[in-house]
């Protein structure tokens, strides 16, 4: 009965290298968010999707293409990774103002 | 710009050593103030929402207060279990839906 699920939990791949993240939520919300969360444990908003559509572009790279198929999942697509994109990657719903949060995928870029 | 600021980031307690952690906040309208807490390797796990200034929410050891320009987490007779770092954010009224985070505070709980 998981709420939001991401995969992979754990994804380890070289510099410039392009990887996926995907995000599936079983609550029945409308708005879907990514976060980033550095290596101090800081967590702030990438993108939010409201029922598919792009709502939240927060100042992200180009190389980070979220893309939502339907209101229940939304991806995360990073090209050219960097070693900069070292982080956890946290998937977020919400229907009002509360979000819950995904589990997270840690991401290490060598 | 909206903001906020945690204190302490760490935080060592004897197991029902009662304490406070405080969260400052700058937001230009609040919509709502938010408690989390994170376990390592876990996602944030939802604790309180507070909505306007004098509210009050209760859940086992934790309280949560809010006034205009801070937010306290009250943690009484803390047990181990209670460790944990704990989050706290901010949604602005007039910005969407997106949550600002604070840096957390960081608690460990000794028997």
């Known amino acids: 009965d998981t709420a939001v699920s991401q995969t992979p939990k754990y994804l380890v791949t070289q510099m410039g290298n392009d990887k996926s993240i995907k995000c599936e939520q079983n609550?029945?919300?409308?708005?879907m968010y990514w976060y980033k969360q550095d290596s101090k444990k800081f967590l702030k908003i990438m993108f939010s999707?409201?029922?598919?559509?792009?709502?939240i572009n927060e100042t992200v790279p180009n190389r980070f293409s979220p893309k939502s198929p339907d209101k229940a999942h939304l991806n995360l697509h990073i090209n050219s990774l960097e070693l900069g994109d070292s982080a956890v990657y946290f998937c977020?719903?919400?229907?009002?103002?509360?979000?819950?949060f995904g589990p997270g995928t840690r991401l290490l870029v060598l | 710009e909206d903001q906020v600021t945690q204190s302490p980031e760490a935080l060592r307690l004897q197991e029902g050593e009662s304490s406070s952690l405080n969260c400052s906040y700058t937001v230009s309208g609040l919509r709502g103030l938010f408690w989390y807490r994170q376990d390592p390797g876990k996602g944030p796990e939802f604790l309180f929402t507070?909505?306007?200034a004098g509210e009050e929410k209760e859940k086992e050891r934790l309280k949560a207060t809010l006034t205009k320009k801070e937010s306290f987490l009250h943690i009484t007779a803390p047990k181990p279990e209670d460790s944990a770092t704990y989050l706290c954010?901010?949604?602005?009224?007039?910005?969407?839906?997106?949550?600002?985070f604070g840096t957390g505070t960081r608690l460990q709980v000794f028997p």
């Open positions: 609550l029945g919300h409308d708005t």
């Open positions: 507070l909505y306007s």
């Open positions: 954010a901010v949604q602005a009224t007039f910005d969407t839906d997106k949550l600002i």
């Open positions: 999707y409201n029922n598919k559509e792009l709502i």
């Open positions: 977020a719903s919400s229907h009002w103002e509360t979000q819950y």
